[in-house]
């Protein structure tokens, strides 16, 4: 099993910052695509922005050039910088890590989320 433990949301003043941050654990022989994800309430979940192993990015068109994901191999760690938020970016983010495990190949994991609010 994987477990994923995301941390690093709260409540920013609009134009403020946050990183958040998630840690990947348990047993797997690497890790492929690492992404973030959000939810607002009434609303589908999205992609915000997903590193895939080998050195490319994607990133939703709102929030390009002020989100940016990065990756720790060592530490099996995904971070996602948020920068100049604004309140339509208040959502539950998620962590999504494909995870290939021996005997399994590569399985979906989701991190538990954590809130993020934009208010003044």
Do not use: H
């Amino acid at each position: 099993q994987v477990q994923l433990v995301e941390s690093g949301g709260g409540l920013v003043q609009p134009g403020g910052s946050l990183r958040l941050s998630c840690a990947a654990s348990g047993t797997f022989l690497s890790l492929n695509t690492m992404g973030w994800y959000r939810q607002a309430p009434g609303k589908q979940r999205e992609l915000v922005a997903q590193d895939i192993s080998g050195g490319a990015s994607n990133y939703a068109n709102s929030i390009t050039g002020r989100f940016t994901i990065s990756r720790d191999n060592a530490k099996n760690t995904v971070y996602l910088q948020m920068n100049s938020l604004k309140p339509e970016d208040t959502a539950v983010y998620y962590c999504k890590v494909e995870a290939f495990r021996w005997g399994y190949g590569i399985t979906v994991y989701w991190g538990q989320g954590t809130q993020v609010t934009v208010s003044s």
